[in-house]
């Protein structure tokens, strides 16, 4: 079964850092580009950040460059995003996702809540 | 970035009825639309891509059309499990971006 799973939510304050994870199974991992796509609680969807199949290339959003980083092992088909001076409007449920074109493997998704 | 506009905002109908949702690209993204549906508390899921293309597993009342600027998912004879908001997006401008959603309803 092709499947993503993500790990690493949590809550955290204002200016801290959070690692998120994705375990990848079901398919070659590294035949893939990879994203990470978020949603605020109530609002639509946002992607984030994505990443080549061997690592080579990275983009983010605007809002987030600078800030996060995302990195792949291709050797323990994980995906991680690297988040660090987390602002209020990172608050969020970010879902890792398999690109194919259109993004069409997504995971359950994991919370980011930044709050004092 | 290209902004997508769905619309209605909201879609009410009766179980058989047909759903016509839109999306409109602020300037022409080609047939490199996809669909997404996103039941409450659920990730999305994938039901369409490059404008028409059904998605593996996805029912056939579902159907896209579309290219250029103005796109279009309907779905034939509305289910009750169809309940969702409904989500377009772009993949061929950087960065990629999703409409604002449609809910779907039951009357």
């Known amino acids: 079964e092709v499947q993503l799973v993500e790990s690493g939510g949590g809550l955290v304050q204002p200016g801290g850092s959070l690692r998120l994870s994705c375990a990848a199974s079901?398919?070659?991992?590294?035949?893939?580009?990879m994203s990470w796509v978020r949603q605020a609680p109530g609002k639509g969807l946002e992607w984030v950040a994505n990443?080549?199949?061997?690592?080579?290339?990275?983009y983010y959003v605007d809002s987030v460059r600078g800030r996060f980083s995302i990195s792949r092992d291709n050797s323990k088909n994980s995906l991680d995003m690297h988040m660090k001076n987390l602002r209020v409007e990172d608050t969020a449920v970010y879902y890792c996702?398999?690109?194919?074109?259109?993004?069409?493997?997504w995971g359950q998704g994991t919370m980011v809540t930044v709050s004092s | 970035e290209v902004v997508l506009t769905q619309s209605p905002a909201t879609l009410s109908l009766s179980p058989g009825e047909r759903a016509t949702l839109s999306c409109r690209a602020s300037?022409?993204?080609?047939?490199?639309v996809a669909w997404y549906q996103q039941k409450p508390g659920q990730a999305p899921r994938l039901l369409i891509y490059?404008?028409?293309s059904r998605a593996t597993g996805i029912p056939a009342r579902f159907s896209g059309s579309g290219s250029g600027t103005d796109f279009t998912l309907t779905i034939s004879s509305l289910e009750t499990e169809d309940i969702a908001v409904y989500y377009c997006?772009?993949?061929?401008?950087?960065?990629?971006?999703f409409g604002q959603g449609t809910k779907v309803e039951i009357k």
């Open positions: 300037q022409s993204v080609s047939s490199y």
């Open positions: 996702v398999r690109e194919a074109g259109a993004f069409d493997i």
């Open positions: 490059d404008a028409s």
């Open positions: 079901g398919f070659n991992f590294n035949n893939y580009w």
């Open positions: 997006q772009q993949r061929i401008k950087w960065p990629p971006t």
């Open positions: 990443i080549k199949e061997d690592g080579s290339q990275k």
